[in-house]
């Protein structure tokens, strides 16, 4: 089956070489049934010397049974070393997949449990894992494993999947190899291999009709009798086939209780001997198909020699049949002490509604969510959905979109919304189906009819059910903000306050959101959640992200940031999958502007993976921005454009203004630097363009200070000063230290004095100290390339170097080489980066809040560091200042504070 597959066979070798030296990857061998590719995985297998293999196998029959595929893959580590060395709430979240019982749990846990045990077991010894035939394994179990194949890089784990037909959005975007025909040399010596005696003549045929399929090729040409002529045209693997003839008639001449136990082997999910011998025939029932090459059997196990071959015995039996022999595994099940399994046969029998079994489903559903299974539980309730008569049917199947939903799988929670809509002859499922389909657009649709379904679902539940009519009204206004609505984000806080007044202050700071005038005490995260309400308190998802939010538009971005922190341990402990994109989001751009850069490309990288993961276009989207951002400001013009482009391709069909605004932001902001005002001025200003797809009002208020350096260097003083004039009267009253900061560098370089403009620049450098360091830098780049065209070079010389050491601490090469081309007339030269006598960003940073009369303990809560690192970088750097203890930093000039 291998011959022709020397380039499959070569990846395979190259990858289990790399992990052997220590690099983990995946790779997923797609084809048409046939191809080769559970040859490939057995291949694999049989290389896989030294390292440990853990192997599994979809079955149709099981692919919506919750941890299916996890039972399988990973039983061989249950009770080893490898899980109980997992942190606790980890183990106990393997161990309740594994029908072992533990405490609750949530997807988010649970995949990052399985990603974690493999790099256990993977710390003793390389790890292959195998999977065959994907598409039929639970979404639960391909949701974790591929959650686990996209984190695996730096470590010795190598998973291989295979799946016939097109990759599932689980998959997507993991390495493939795609299986095609073979040669036609490759395909006539297997052919030739497997060929009888006097079968010669019917060669040319065969190799027609099998289309270089390897299985086809080996069953044709040992059974040529059975070779008729039919259409050419027909795929090799299709029902008609010559293929499927083939085997068909192989499997038809089995004996009576051979075909039952095959069609028992194909439903069931294990194929252990022992569930189908409890199904009351006798196991050597199989040893004709032994014989025929259909089954092996092995320790215990009965497999079928192809995937195929599964397939093909179920197709091949009629639904009475079907559903009896999920009567019989049913039994089989209870008596050997199986209740999940057995009841999903059991279900998977009946032959009408039954609301014994949709009721025990429904409770079934439960207790699978709560073991992190919320993937799998859509399936269960879907399944009880169509077991149910009455109103019971509607509200089970909004349920399992619901929780579709929850475990990012949009598309299906889309197609159980639909199939409830068939249902609106209630209120209550009315509100339901608003619901669900307001929360998957408000993650991968368009924003405004996110924001109009989300309100009206809560307010048909305002009265009977305020806490959720709240939380969903604080989603709505999510959805408003991205899709630039402020009069409609604002009427969402005000409906707010009116179904709970608990609310009030909350409300206050919602509707005031983009306004930028919460003062720093009233915004404090910490306090907001002290505060909160009972109904806040009661969520885990809101009671963290409505403080995170909240504090991240006030002046203090800093304790927003520490917050945030907490608010994503908390999320990886508690939280969703679906759900970690949002701080995620809000953690990722706080760090951008607080100048943890590398933070904030770590965290938007791995938003942009679960975003992709749960199918959340809107996110990418958002994170695709933040990521267009960082590359702007390093000067990487080519990833700048292409996480750009990506943004834009999902957030203006999506009505996703507040990402497209920022994408166009960062383009703005890379022509810039490259001196391309004119296309800099283009980009910018479509942000306050109102007609332009990428405007949003808060972002191109925040990006004033930028449009007006572009219009001034482009030549447009005039069009500069209507900006600068019409964000006036906005940052006047807003309480944010960014806001005044950026209006005092319009202000400066708008100015016509050399006195004003002096003190503006000067205003603007020490308003925006120490929260915003690359703002801190513009403004000292900008006020010292003034300085040396009005031939005060002594002044400008401290200037651009903390512009330049601040510039090259964050990684902004482009920005720190105009700082080093501009401080070098002056008569200083830049600072090499090895250069012993400069500040570091992080020294600079601590010095400067030292100055301020600030302790190490409140130095190191602003900046993330403990009391005992301040007190390290305080020690390098007074050398470098030439002062001996803190109470002399506070002497020294700012422009001192330099290391220059």
């Known amino acids: 089956m291998l011959h022709g597959r020397e380039h499959e066979l070569d990846v395979l070798d190259r990858s289990l070489l790399a992990v052997r030296g220590g690099k983990g990857g995946a790779l997923v061998l797609s084809g ?8 490939l995985l057995r291949a694999a297998e049989a290389r896989a010397d030294g390292l440990t293999v853990l192997s599994a196998t979809g079955v149709e029959a099981e692919a919506e049974l919750a941890f299916a595929g996890l039972h399988q ?7 080893t070393e490898y899980v109980d060395g997992l942190p606790e ?21 649970l995949y990052t449990a399985v990603a974690r045990l493999l790099g256990q077991a993977a710390a003793r010894h390389p790890v292959l894992v195998t999977v065959d035939d994907v598409q039929w394994w639970d979404r639960v179990s391909a949701a974790a494993l591929a959650f686990a194949a996209r984190r695996i890089a730096t470590q010795p784990v190598l ?26 040399t490759a395909a006539g010596a297997v052919f030739d291999e497997h060929a009888p005696s006097g079968s010669a003549g019917y060669r040319e045929t065969v190799l027609a009709a099998a289309g270089g399929n390897p299985l086809a090729l080996v069953e044709l040409a040992r059974t040529p009798a059975e070779v008729a002529e039919d259409d ?27 075909r039952l136990l095959l069609l028992l082997l194909a439903l069931d999910g294990t194929g252990r001997a022992d569930v189908l011998a409890g199904a009351g025939l006798d196991i050597a029932a199989l040893v004709p198909a032994e014989k025929a090459a259909l089954v092996r059997c092995a320790g215990g196990h009965v497999r079928f020699r192809h995937p195929l071959l599964r397939a093909l015995v179920r197709a091949d039996a009629d639904a009475a049949e079907i559903r009896a022999a999920h009567r019989t595994l049913a039994d089989s099940l209870e008596t050997s002490g199986e209740p999940e399994r057995a009841l999903w046969h059991r279900s998977l029998s009946a032959e009408g509604p039954d609301e014994d079994l949709a009721a025990r489903l429904d ?11 919320l993937a799998g539980a859509a399936s269960v309730l879907r399944l009880a959905a169509r077991l149910s008569t009455g109103p019971r049917r509607p509200r089970r199947l909004a349920a399992a979109g619901y929780a579709a939903w929850k475990s990012g799988q949009p598309d299906l929670a889309r197609s159980l919304a639909a199939e409830c809509a068939a249902h609106r002859n209630e209120p ?18 368009d924003q405004r009819s996110a924001y109009d379904m989300l309100t009206r679902s809560a307010m048909s539940r305002a009265g009977t059910a305020p806490g959720e009519a709240v939380g969903l009204l604080f989603m709505a206004a999510a959805a408003a903000h991205h899709a630039d609505l402020p009069g409609e984000l604002a009427a969402a806080a005000r409906r707010i306050v009116a179904i709970d007044g608990g609310f009030a202050e909350y409300g206050g700071l919602l509707a005031g959101l983009t306004d930028a005038a919460a003062d720093a005490e009233t915004s404090d995260p910490w306090r907001l959640r002290d505060r909160a309400p009972e109904h806040l308190r009661a969520s885990d998802v809101h009671q963290w992200l409505w403080p995170l939010v909240l504090s991240s538009f006030g002046p203090r971005p800093g304790r927003a940031y520490e917050f945030g922190l907490e608010a994503v341990a908390e999320f990886t402990t508690n939280g969703m999958h679906a759900i970690v994109t949002m701080p995620e989001l809000w953690l990722a751009e706080l760090a951008f502007e607080l100048g943890f850069w590398e933070q904030s490309g770590t965290r938007a990288a791995e938003g942009l993976r679960s975003a992709h993961d749960t199918g959340q276009r809107s996110r990418q989207a958002d994170f695709h921005a933040v990521l267009a951002m960082l590359a702007a400001t390093r000067g990487e013009s080519g990833d700048c454009r292409d996480h750009a482009r990506r943004c834009h391709d999902l957030a203006i069909p999506l009505g996703n203004r507040l990402a497209a605004a920022r994408a166009s932001w960062a383009l703005g902001l890379l022509e810039l630097a490259r001196g391309n005002h004119d296309l800099a001025v283009e980009h910018l200003a479509a942000l306050r363009d109102p007609a332009a797809p990428t405007a949003h009002g808060y972002l191109g ?59 503006l620049f000067t205003t603007a450098l020490a308003t925006a100290a120490p929260d915003h360091p690359f703002e801190q830098a513009r403004t000292a780049l900008l006020h010292g390339e003034w300085l040396r065209r009005v031939r005060r070079p002594a002044r400008a010389r401290p200037l651009l170097r903390q512009a330049h050491e601040i510039f090259r601490g964050l990684g902004a090469r482009v920005w720190a080489h105009a700082a080093a081309g501009q401080l070098r007339p002056t008569g200083a030269e830049p600072v090499a980066p090895s250069g012993g006598d400069s500040l570091t960003h992080r020294e600079l940073q601590v010095v400067r809040l030292a100055a301020g009369g600030l302790s190490n303990r409140e130095i190191g809560a602003r900046l993330f560091l403990s009391p005992r690192t301040v007190g390290h970088h305080l020690y390098r750097a007074f050398p470098k200042l030439g002062v001996a203890n803190r109470a002399q930093l506070r002497s020294l000039e700012p422009e001192e504070l330099t290391g220059g």
């Open 73 to 79: 893959l990973l039983g061989p580590l249950s009770g």
């Open 232 to 258: 050419s045209t027909t795929p090799v693997v299709a029902p008609g086939s010559r293929l499927h003839r083939t085997l068909g008639a192989r499997v038809r001449r089995m004996p009576a209780d051979t």
């Open 428 to 445: 209550e499922v009315n509100a339901a189906i608003d619901r669900l389909n307001g929360l998957v657009a408000l993650g991968d649709g």
């Open 159 to 184: 998973v291989l999947v295979a799946v016939s037909g097109e990759a599932g959005p689980y998959l997507a975007g993991l390495p493939a190899l795609p299986l095609t025909g073979l040669p036609p």
């Open 701 to 759: 208020r925040l990006a004033t200070a930028d449009l007006v350096e572009a219009h001034l260097r482009a030549g447009q003083r005039n069009r500069a000063r209507q900006a600068a004039d019409t964000f006036a009267p906005w940052a006047n009253a807003s309480t944010s230290p960014l806001a005044r900061s950026r209006l005092a560098r319009c202000r400066a370089l708008l100015s016509e004095h050399d006195d004003d403009t002096d003190k």
């Open 363 to 373: 409770e079934r559903s439960a207790a699978v969510a709560r073991c992190g299974g």
């Open 32 to 39: 048409e049934p046939g191809m080769g590719k559970t040859a």
């Open 89 to 109: 709430p980890l183990r106990h979240a393997v161990s309740a997949a594994l029908g072992l019982g533990g405490p609750d749990c949530t997807d988010l846990v």
